[in-house]
Structure formats: C-alpha cells, structure tokens
C-alpha cells in the first residue's frame, strides 16, 4: 500500500477564522489528490480534485472562495476553510491516487463553534 | 436513484460467520471497483480493488464483480470481532484517477464475539 498523512486530526475553531488541512503522501508522488466531506453516518462527498501545479477542479455546489485548495508539490496538498461557520463543521479528508488505487488519509475532524 | 446503492445495515453476525457485503450501479462505464473499510472517526482504508469482471481473493477477503448485472460483492469469511466497521463500496470509470470514485453510503458492519 502506500500511506497519505493528514493533519491535524482534530481542530476547534472559532466562527470567522480560517482553518488548513494540509494532506500528504509519504511514499509516493501524486499529482492528484482528492478532498472528501463526510456526515455523520453518510458517505464521503467529493468537494474537490487538487491537481499539482494547477487549479483545483470544484465539484457543483462547493463555493470555491470558502474553500481553498493549494496543491504546492507532488506530495503535499492544502485545504483552507475561510470564515469557517458551525454549518462547515464536518469531517474532511483527503485521498491520493496512485495508479489505479486510491489511498486516504486519516481524516480531521472541524467543529466551529 | 443514486449511482450506487448500499443497503446501509446495521448488519450484525456471529463470531465465524461468512458476511456478505454487496452493492449495485447504474453506470455501465464503470471499470474499478473498490471495497473500503472505515472505522469510526477514522479515514476509509483500502481493502480490495478490482477491475472489470471477475473474483479477487486476499485472505479472509473475496471480491465479486459481475458486470452483466452491476453487482458487486464482498465476503468475509470467518468473520472477527475486528472486522466490526463500516464498509463502503465505490466505483471509477477509466477516465478518471481512481480517487475520483463513487461511494456508496456504507453498511455497518458489527461482529459479535
């Protein structure tokens, strides 16, 4: 397998900060990576494709502006929640592509309170 | 009607027991196939993937993958306490990174010793 790191796990922040989730692949390069939102006892909602040396590619309904995404290198991708409110708080994760497989990353956990 | 469907569960069994896992599409473009297990407040973890038709075997772990009828299967045999987790399906055709995938919305899975 290979693995992909993502930090902080867990984050509390206060209503009108921002927050970075920076995701990494460890063992491999990835030119794509790929950024998840997931509910409570829902599947992951793909919010948006970070491709390395380019614009990220929105999914319909994701404003980008909120939600901001740097693919800096070939191993690292961040994604920023601007102004966060409580509605953003959810669980955030990435996955890396490698070949034809996908690999995630451990996930984060946002509360805005 | 969703891409892929998922019976949600909860699906509880024995200790030992053989638990079939299963999921259906809609989309005929579909190549990879993918069985991801997550635990609670963690990211999803790869356990199988396969592409187009046909069976997998790693371990206690057996993939089905049957085109004709866009179905798709995952047995676990002799079944632990540890297997206890929820189980996502998901899907990508071959035109895009295997990141980018559909989900189904998981099953829960608990084993009970």
């Known amino acids: 397998g290979a693995v992909v790191s993502q930090h902080p796990s867990r984050v509390i922040c206060k209503s009108g900060t921002s927050v970075k989730i920076e995701c990494r692949s460890l063992?491999?390069?990835?030119?794509?990576m790929f950024w998840y939102r997931q509910f409570p006892k829902q599947s992951l909602m793909l919010m948006a494709t970070s491709n390395e040396g380019s614009k990220a590619t929105y999914e319909q309904g994701v404003e980008k502006d909120k939600f901001l995404i740097n693919h800096a290198s070939l191993t690292l991708s961040t994604l920023t929640v601007t102004s966060a409110h409580p509605e953003d708080s959810s669980f955030y994760i990435c996955?890396?592509?490698?070949?034809?497989?996908?690999?995630f990353g451990q996930g984060t956990r946002l509360t805005v309170v | 009607q969703k891409e892929v469907e998922q019976d949600p569960g909860p699906l509880s069994v024995p200790e030992g027991a053989i638990v079939s896992l299963n999921c259906t599409y809609s989309n005929s473009a579909f190549q990879y196939f993918m069985w991801y297990r997550q635990y609670s407040r963690k990211g999803p973890e790869l356990l199988m993937y396969?592409?187009?038709?046909g069976n997998k075997e790693d371990g206690r772990f057996t993939a089905q993958v049957d085109k004709s009828s866009k179905y798709i299967s995952l047995f676990i045999r002799d079944s632990q306490p540890s297997d206890s987790a929820t189980y996502l399906c998901a899907m990508s055709d071959m035109s895009t990174n295997a990141g980018k995938s559909t989900f189904g919305d998981g099953t829960t899975l608990t084993v009970k010793p």
């Open positions: 063992d491999f390069q990835a030119t794509t």
């Open positions: 396969t592409y187009s038709s």
């Open positions: 996955s890396a592509s490698k070949g034809t497989e996908a690999f």
